[in-house]
């Protein structure tokens, strides 16, 4: 095979695999632990909204916001307004393959929240860290769908599964 024909089919390779990113999904597992609220002063000083950057597929499923460490420079700065409130409602976010297999991002769990009018999102990490308090009991259904998508507990929110 000549060098054209290798440059050529290496392009092709990596243009369909960065067609993938349509592949990626978010599952939504609703009534899986009773909705709770915090306020705005009692959650760590460590913690703050920002709004999500538009390459975050998780944009198409209506979130505008996510609850993270403010040592993270990720997205820009966004105001909360009153209580944040926990809907009982889980989102498993499952990578596209490339960003599984290529660029290394595991299936993340994240929390769904609301604050302001808006839906957000807080991944199980920061709960873990930052709030331990307020880590609740997912209920069986919804358990039974992660013990699916963590085989041998090798996830970052194999933790919630006990």
Partial sequence: MNKLARITILTFCLIALQGCYFFSENVIL???????????????????????????????DGYRFTLIDKSYDYGKYRQSTGNINFTGSLILSVPNWAHKYIGGNPKGLYFEIKNGGQKGI??????????????????????????????????????ILN
């Fill in 30 to 60: 609703e009534n899986c632990f009773s909705p709770f609220s915090i306020s705005k002063q009692a959650l760590s000083k460590d913690v703050e909204t920002r709004i999500l950057p538009p390459s975050s597929n998780l944009i198409d």
């Fill in 122 to 159: 807080t991944n199980f990490l920061t709960m873990d860290y930052y709030m331990p308090n307020h880590l609740v009991s997912i209920k069986p259904h919804c358990k039974d769908e992660l013990i699916k998508t963590c085989p041998n507990q090798k996830c970052s929110y194999k933790n």
